[in-house]
Antibody, heavy 118, light 110 residues
């Protein structure tokens, strides 16, 4: 059974940083692209970033986070990460870890909440 | 890049069929057969219902179907059931090597 479990969310001040992680199990992690999708409270879904297969996989970012967020993966630990810097209130959202490429996401975690507020 | 355009809400009675539209441009929906649809129930994570325009993942009812014409994709749910009440989102790959979602449609089963 595929499981994706996010962690690392919390309350952070504007301008601060946070690192999200996603522990994956139930599939061959190194063989699949992985992504982050976020959802602001009461709003719709927004794609954030995707990383392709391979230890140094190619990374893709939404314009709204480019230059501030960095996606990475550790295939030895079956873990996906998202380093978020220069956070603002607009980044407040539930962040989902998803399995999939830029075509579709077939499995989703339950999300970790990031709140940016002073 | 603006979100794909979906109606804010649709409704139907049990047993009926409904269709949700998703309109983009030639740089996304119209340019690639990479449209997918997600169902999200309150407080839950989204669930993939349709991928690559008209393909259903294993375990998804054949009451759900997808199609595309030009820059507009559609999700049709036939034999509407109470459990289908949820928010539905479309998404598409784009020519900028990104992915874009629609604004979401709230489906109410009357």
């Amino acid at each position: 059974e595929v499981q994706l479990v996010e962690s690392g969310g919390g309350l952070v001040q504007p301008g601060g940083s946070l690192r999200l992680s996603c522990a994956a199990s139930g599939f061959t992690f190194r063989s699949f692209a992985m992504s982050w999708v976020r959802q602001a409270p009461g709003k719709g879904l927004e794609w954030v970033s995707t990383i392709s297969i391979g230890g140094g996989g190619s990374a893709y970012y939404a314009d709204s986070v480019k230059g501030r967020f960095t996606i990475s993966r550790d295939n030895s630990k079956n873990t996906l990460n998202l380093q978020m810097n220069s956070l603002s209130a607009d980044d407040t959202a539930l962040y989902y870890c998803t399995k999939g490429v830029l075509r579709y996401f077939d499995y989703w975690g339950q999300g970790t909440l990031v709140t940016v507020s002073s | 890049q603006s979100a794909l355009t979906q109606p804010a809400s649709v409704s139907g009675s049990p047993g009926q069929s409904i269709t949700i539209s998703c309109t983009g441009t030639s740089s996304d929906v119209g340019g690639f057969n990479y449209v997918s649809w997600y169902q999200q129930r309150p407080g839950k994570a989204p669930k993939l219902m349709i991928f690559d325009v008209n393909n259903r993942p294993s375990g998804i009812s054949n009451r759900f179907s997808g199609s595309k014409s030009g820059n507009t994709a559609s999700l049709t749910i036939s034999g509407l059931q109470a459990e289908d009440e949820a928010d539905y989102y479309c998404s598409s790959y784009t020519s900028s090597v990104t992915l874009i979602f629609g604004g979401g449609t709230k489906l109410t089963v009357l």
